[in-house]
């Protein structure tokens, strides 16, 4: 059966890198890219596109039943770091959006949905090594929370309307082609672009901040690799854990280093992001993922930073 898979919030991070991921394996007209905003250079060139407020009910509604799509990737969202700033908008994008969307896919008859989380959804009590799948989650941050009960409604509209709904706990993610919007694990991509443009970067972290990362190319893989499992091989219907390479802001630097010996870190004092940073799980444990999907991680620290420098020169 043919697939039509609308991409909402096609323009961030991840729907830069997947619906050109998506283009490739389904080809381009099966895949539509969405976003509030005009599509950027590399979207509009490959394929069809559509302008959507997630939180206009209307316009979301004309979008699905003029695409009628097999499959959803709901990735609009407000990050941890801007989120704290714009709380009520953080919530009300994060939570009103996804029931929109969870609505919409129930009517419509979608067959799957994908919809990412965070490890932003652990808190201060969450234990912050190996951080396991099911514990103590009390996250302080508006972003935090709205993805934990983003959690608890994508199982619920699974064990209450059978919607085949997939998700995954991000942690920070990586890569060159797209920049991150308003995380706190976004210094892990600027650091490489002012690497390159300036040989020094200040981080808004500090030096022995630990955070669970992940390469782009190993989260879109596990990403396809979730939304093709067979159902009944996904136990969990409100999202996955997944670990990615944990390092500080000083291990980066000293592998950026073997590659760029004249690059030079410092540290910011006071940054609101390391509240934040300090509050979410170093390290995590993915055995759920690595058991039930199969999956493995491809990219480990040295990889992940020789990539990003051979590729981000290309393009800066
Ligand atoms: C953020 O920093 O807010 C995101 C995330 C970890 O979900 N990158």
Redesign the pocket.
Known sequence: MTEKILVIGANG?IGTELVNALRNIHGADSVIASDINSPTYAIRHSGPFELVNVLDKDNLHHIFNKHQPTQVYLLAAI???V?EQKPKMAWDLNMTGLLHVLDFSVEFKVKKVFW?????VFGPHSPQFNTPQYCVMDPN?V?GFS?LAGERWCEYYFNKYGLDVRSI?????IGWRAN?G?????YAVHIFHEALKKGKYQSFLSANTA??MMYMDDAIKATLMLMDAPAEKITIRSSYNLAGISFTPTQLADEIKKLMPEFEISYAENDP?QA?ADS?PKSIDDSYAQKDWGWQLEYDLPKMVGDMLVNLKKII
């Open positions: 991070q990050l941890s770091a989120g990412p989380s965070s490890i932003a941050t972003y993805k706990r991000y942690p920070g993610l991150p308003g995380g706190t694990t976004d955070l669970p992001r934040i979410w």
